[in-house]
């Protein structure tokens, strides 16, 4: 079980600044946003080190990140966060022994029956006060991070999906999501055009982990300063833990060198499933599809690099609607011991789970469903001549509002193309009743009408 104690603590700690949504205001309220999970047990390891260890972790995390930031220019204006966190993460040390490093019962169990408390606090301790160095980090990636390269040398970015590198100075984009909205549907639309967009260099979608690059290091800032303030009640010392963990992946959309989401993850490749620890969209970048490709992105590099077949995580209440339309289910199929005790409790979320087709070219789901409506159109077209557009008929009428001349149903143009004949149930039917009175005519329609209705159950 030592393999998965790189879940890191942090202190409990709510903030303020908080980025509403714009078209689901509800996904940042606090109220319903997931927190780390109070511990009710006792902590797998002392106090003290575990303060040590949420302080020492804390700010050495953020000192690096400052220095990266300064050299990185900028990229990110929400660099205050850094500071801000290794501030707060000094000035939490009151809250150290408060803090919550929440494990699921068969964990701790586990824990207790293997390692015993004293080896999983050492093992943490030693973690966190060198995150970026300790080889065991190094050799859980190779072996829970499945394609990493070797197990020591940090993990490498890879792009993920089709794209060229490039930077774009203006575009657009109410038409890119909007231009062919008309043919292929919303969804498509979004997707296709963000796939334009990652093939002309003006988008990117990357995966990578701390593997100490400059400018890898800035976009992980970046990401850290996105989940801040879009997920408020996780503890930032814990976002920054978690997104700096080198057993923890990120995939990011890159646009114009900026970070404008991202997801990251952990893989265990042993058991061959990931947890999402964290996904979030910029505040001005919502509901534009950046989600979904994203999550799409993830899944294909998880099932082709790190050879996953499913994904959990728990979701905010407020952003299950999203991760249903992702395919996640509050049905967990996964068997129990494929991941009870692997990964992290939270209140105020649920556990959610998705399965990873093994076939589904999920970066190109466009092109596919594309080919699928053009197969069952090319087949409606054989089977009828519902394609074929007539033109359509004269009824001018006179002041009176008779028409100009009457128009026989046989000679509505396309009627009988379409295998109609006059002597069908139902025209004959409502025929007869036509040439009563208003009243009767009234009742048969009606009689009609219902008898169309009850056909139709
Ligand atoms: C494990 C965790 O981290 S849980 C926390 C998840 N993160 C958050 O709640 C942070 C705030 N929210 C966000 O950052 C973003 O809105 C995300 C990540 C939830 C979704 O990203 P987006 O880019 O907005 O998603 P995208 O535009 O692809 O939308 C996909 C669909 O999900 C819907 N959707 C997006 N967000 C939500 C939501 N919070 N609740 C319900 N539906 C949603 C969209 O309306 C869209 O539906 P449609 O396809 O029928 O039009």
């Not at 501030?87 to 207790?112: G, W």
Request: aromatic fraction near 6%.
């Amino acid at each position: 079980m030592d393999t998965h104690s790189s879940h890191l603590t942090a202190p409990n700690r709510s903030r303020s600044s908080q980025s509403p949504s714009p078209s689901h205001s509800s996904a940042t309220s606090s109220i319903h946003k997931r927190k780390l999970q109070p511990d009710d047990h006792a902590p797998p390891f002392p106090p003290s080190s575990f303060s040590a260890d949420t302080r020492d972790g804390a700010l050495t995390s953020n000192d690096d990140l400052e220095s990266i930031s300064a050299r990185g220019g900028g990229a990110d204006s929400d660099s205050d966060d850094d500071s801000e966190a290794a501030a707060a993460a000094a000035d939490d040390s009151d809250d150290d022994s408060s803090a919550m490093r929440t494990f699921t019962a068969s964990r701790l169990e586990n824990a207790a029956a293997t390692a015993g408390g004293s080896g999983r606090s050492t093992k943490l301790k030693t973690e966190n006060l060198n995150p970026t160095t300790v080889k065991i980090e190094s050799s859980e990636c190779g072996k829970d991070g499945g394609a990493q390269g070797s197990g020591t040398a940090g993990p490498t970015a890879t792009v993920v999906g089709s794209s060229v590198p490039g930077i774009v100075v203006k575009e657009d984009a109410s038409k890119i999501f909007t231009e062919n909205i008309q043919t292929s549907g919303a969804y498509s639309a979004r997707e296709e055009s963000l796939k334009r967009e990652e093939e002309a260099g003006r988008l990117k979608f990357v995966c990578l982990s701390n593997d100490g690059i400059d400018e890898h290091m800035v976009w992980l800032i970046g990401l850290k300063n996105i989940f801040a303030r879009q997920l408020p009640n996780m503890p930032k010392e814990y976002i920054v833990r978690l997104v700096m963990d080198r057993s923890h992946k990120s995939v990011m959309v890159i646009r114009r060198n900026q970070v404008v989401g991202g997801i990251t993850y952990r893989p265990y490749a042993s058991q061959k499933f990931g947890e999402i620890a964290f996904c979030a969209i910029t505040a001005d970048e919502q509901v534009k599809g950046y989600g979904t490709r994203l999550m799409n992105h993830l899944k294909q590099h998880a099932r082709d690099v790190d050879g996953l077949t499913h994904f959990l995580t728990y979701a905010d209440n407020n952003a299950v609607g999203y991760f249903i339309k992702q395919g996640f289910t509050k049905e967990i199929h996964l068997e129990k011991d494929r991941w009870q005790g692997y990964i992290k409790d939270y209140d105020g979320g649920i556990l959610m789970e998705c399965k990873i087709d093994p076939n589904l070219p999920y970066t190109d789901l466009s092109t596919m469903i594309r080919r699928q409506r053009q197969a069952i159109d090319e087949k409606i077209r054989e089977l009828s001549n519902c394609h074929i557009v007539y033109t359509g008929i004269d009824f001018q009428k006179k002041e009176a509002g008779i028409p100009k001349k009457t128009v026989k149903v046989e000679d509505i143009p396309g009627l009988r193309e379409a295998g109609w004949t006059p002597d069908q149930w139902g025209h004959s039917r409502f025929r007869a009743s036509a040439s009563t009175d208003s009243a009767t005519n009234q009742k048969h329609l009606t009689a009609f009408m219902r008898a169309l209705i009850k056909a139709s159950f």
